[in-house]
């Protein structure tokens, strides 16, 4: 059963940076999918970034050109840079995975599929 760790969340001030890392349990090369996953208090999921093992990117209009999605197959970790930060960005970031698919949903932003999650890790923005 794969595993995925968050880490890296915290509270941080508006214009702030975080970077999020996610450790995955095997490897990381496995996975055609990965991306992160984002949740405020009272609102639905929404897909953040994706990459996929062809080295293509997605992000959500929100984030483009603020977050960066990376991996290092060599750590079996996938990371998301997050620059410029808002009020708006606090959430539940999520890291998820699939070893089936290499699409990203039409919508941007997220794995077509994503079989497997992590627990989370809180960022909060503060104006």
């Known amino acids: 059963q794969a595993q995925l760790v968050e880490s890296g969340g915290g509270s941080v001030q508006a214009g702030g940076s975080l970077r999020l890392s996610c450790a995955a349990s095997?490897?990381?090369?496995?996975?055609?999918?990965m991306g992160w996953f984002r949740q405020a208090p009272g609102k639905g999921r929404e897909g953040v970034a994706a990459?996929?093992?062809?080295?293509?990117?997605t992000y959500a209009d929100s984030v483009k050109g603020r977050f960066t999605i990376s991996q290092d197959n060599a750590k079996n970790s996938l990371y998301l840079q997050m620059n410029s930060l808002k009020p708006e960005d606090t959430a539940m970031y999520y890291c998820?995975?699939?070893?089936?698919?290499?699409?990203?949903?039409?919508?941007?932003?997220?794995?077509?599929?994503?079989?497997?999650w992590g627990q989370g890790t809180q960022v909060t923005v503060s104006s």
């Open positions: 998820a995975a699939d070893s089936s698919s290499t699409r990203f949903h039409p919508s941007g932003g997220y794995c077509a599929r994503s079989r497997y």
């Open positions: 095997g490897y990381i090369s496995s996975y055609y999918c």
């Open positions: 990459i996929n093992s062809d080295g293509s990117t």
